[in-house]
């Protein structure tokens, strides 16, 4: 059931999601090599619960084990999704992918942005820069009279051209008072295929793309998620709204990209 959403409950929804950019971009100024995921984790509940919302991860089921204990994801290098925050140290060319989720006055943010640690090699640059270029490319379909296939063929055939596998088994969403809301949003598809684009219609789109081979497999704990070749993979998230016939990005990069570029990391 697809919940088309009021233009009070989109500005609700903006809330939300400026609310992850704002938290993302407090890990931005801490990302260095020698910080653990679980002290990001630290800093982004505190500022989600000082900012009045709630951690929407902590404690989501899996109906493969036990909840999510933390209030973000962070993936590390061949980690595509769903790691948990741990305490081994970043090192000088990692790449983290911090996912966060956050629920505010009934209604939920979802953001992702994958950071470099310190300096990282041309070709993990290259599947950084070529996945958020694919985000946008995805967005840039999300126009009414378009289909959900639009913004997947554009994901798709972007990081294909590059040789990159793009990830089939964990898709885009719709988001509303639920973090998970249909529609599904893949990131691979038809031109011209899917669920009709209408105005009101908020979801989030999310490329998990990775250096090599698409294929994955689940962790041990029953929710990291890795590349079965181990080569690194990156991860981007806005949610958006069709909103006046065009797409309106709820979430935003704008703070995170500013504290990379006074740290000269953009
Ligand atoms: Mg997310
Ligand atoms: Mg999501």
């Known amino acids: 059931m697809v919940y088309l959403k009021t233009d009070e409950e989109v500005e609700l929804l903006r809330k939300a999601n400026l609310l992850v950019g704002r938290t993302l971009a407090e890990l931005a100024k801490v990302i260095e090599p020698g910080v653990t995921t679980k002290q990001l984790d630290n800093i982004a509940e505190s500022y989600i619960r000082d900012n009045g919302a709630i951690p929407t991860f902590k404690g989501f089921p899996n109906p493969y084990g036990s909840p999510f204990p933390a209030s973000i994801c962070t993936s590390v290098n061949h980690q595509v999704v769903h790691g948990i925050p741990n305490d081994t140290p970043l090192q000088e060319g990692d ?41 946008y490319k995805g967005i840039e379909q999300a126009i009414v009279g378009h289909r959900l296939g639009d913004i997947s063929y554009a994901i798709q055939s972007h990081c294909e051209a590059q040789g990159y596998g793009v990830v089939r088994e964990f898709v885009g969403h719709g988001v509303g008072k639920d973090m998970h809301e249909d529609p599904q949003v893949p990131n691979y598809g038809k031109r011209g295929n899917g669920m009709l684009l209408k105005n009101g219609l908020c979801i989030a789109i999310e490329p998990m793309i990775a250096m090599g081979v698409k294929e994955i497999y689940m962790q041990e704990d ?45």
């Open 95 to 135: 790449i983290v992918s911090i996912d966060c989720g956050t629920k505010l006055n009934g209604y939920c943010g979802d953001s992702c942005y994958t950071f470099a640690v310190g300096e990282i090699s041309d070709d993990v640059k290259m599947l950084l820069q070529t996945t958020k270029e694919s985000l």
């Open 222 to 266: 029953r929710w990291g998620i890795i590349t079965r070749d181990k080569k690194p993979a990156a991860h981007y998230e806005h949610s958006i709204c069709v909103r006046k016939g065009k797409a309106d990005i709820l979430s935003s990069f704008e703070e995170i990209e500013k504290v990379l570029r006074d740290k000269s990391l953009l």
